[in-house]
């Protein structure tokens, strides 16, 4: 099954889960069907100490789904293995219209570069990749090439992701 994939990406700080939210809510709002992927550079965890999930993955289970009326979550403990690539990880998602993918500055995929003013990092990462079809900033950007949008305009960025993606949604009414 072939995916339409986005992706976000930037420097640390730089707005990308800021901007990825916004796009995923006006996505919504459009009517389209969209999951996200993020990447951690860290380790990290979404299960607490005590609890019982935490507590079965602590005594070796390589799997764990957590199941209830609201919602459910499948933690997948890699122990030796590899770092699935964004492709595995991509055919685990149920079917959509859209996946947003946040992070992962390397892959291939059409993506946004966020910038923002202050962050530690600042060299633009289009220079070097050329999957950044766009920027999304807080400052003017003398000199770029690609499309510059102003990191808050959703709507606009949306507009674009669609066109980029080939995305067929219901017209945006813009009166909100």
């Known amino acids: 099954m072939t995916r339409r994939v986005f992706g976000i990406t930037g420097w640390k700080n730089s707005g990308k889960t800021t901007l990825t939210e916004k796009l995923v809510a006006e996505f919504t709002r459009r009517g389209v069907a969209v999951s996200t992927v993020k990447h951690a550079h860290h380790a990290f965890d979404i299960d607490k100490e005590g609890t019982d999930s935490f507590r079965h993955r602590a005594a070796g289970a390589r799997e764990v789904a957590i199941v209830s009326q609201g919602r459910w979550a499948l933690m997948h403990e890699l122990r030796a293995e590899a770092e699935p690539s964004l492709d ?89």
Request: charged share 25%; glycine share 6%.
């Open 88 to 176: 595995q990880i991509l055919a685990r998602l149920a079917p959509c219209d859209l996946v947003l993918i946040e992070g992962y500055k390397r892959e291939a995929h059409a993506k946004i570069e966020t910038r923002r003013q202050g962050t530690r990092d600042s060299a633009p990462l289009s220079a070097t990749d050329p999957a950044i079809v766009a920027v999304a900033s807080d400052h003017a950007q003398p000199g770029e090439t690609l499309p510059v949008f102003d990191i808050d305009d959703a709507l606009a960025i949306a507009d674009f992701i669609t066109l980029a993606t080939g995305l067929t949604v219901n017209p945006v009414d813009r009166r909100g």
